[in-house]
C-alpha cells in the first residue's frame, strides 16, 4: 500500500546562498547545474577543473537575494 504524504505543502520559494555560481553542462546539453564558491578565486579553479570535459561559464555573485554582477544582474534570485 502506498502512503501519501499529508500536510501543507511548502510555499516560499527556495532562494539561492549568497556566493559566486557557475553553471556547468555536459556538451551537447541544454541543461547544466549551478555551483556556488566562496570566493572569486575558487571560482577560478573551479573553472579550471571543469572546462577540459563540460561547458563552463560564470553566471555572476548573489547578495542579499541579488544577482550583483554576471548575467542576471540587478535581478532577484528567486
Known amino acids: 500500500m502506498s502512503q501519501s504524504k499529508k500536510g ?3 510555499t516560499k520559494k527556495v532562494g539561492l546562498k549568497e556566493g ?8 551537447g546539453s541544454n541543461s547544466g547545474i549551478k555551483l556556488r564558491k566562496e570566493n572569486m578565486m575558487q571560482v577560478e ?4 577543473q571543469y572546462e577540459k570535459i563540460k561547458i563552463v ?3 555572476g555573485q548573489v547578495k542579499a537575494g541579488r544577482w550583483l554582477d554576471g548575467k542576471y ?6
Do not use: D
Not at 559566486?20 to 556538451?27: D, M, S, T
Not at 544582474?73 to 528567486?78: D, F
Open 57 to 59: 561559464a560564470y553566471v
Open 45 to 48: 579553479m573551479a573553472i579550471k
Open 8 to 10: 501543507r505543502p511548502p
Open 20 to 27: 559566486y555560481y557557475i553553471e556547468v553542462k555536459n556538451k
Open 73 to 78: 544582474k540587478g535581478q532577484k534570485t528567486a
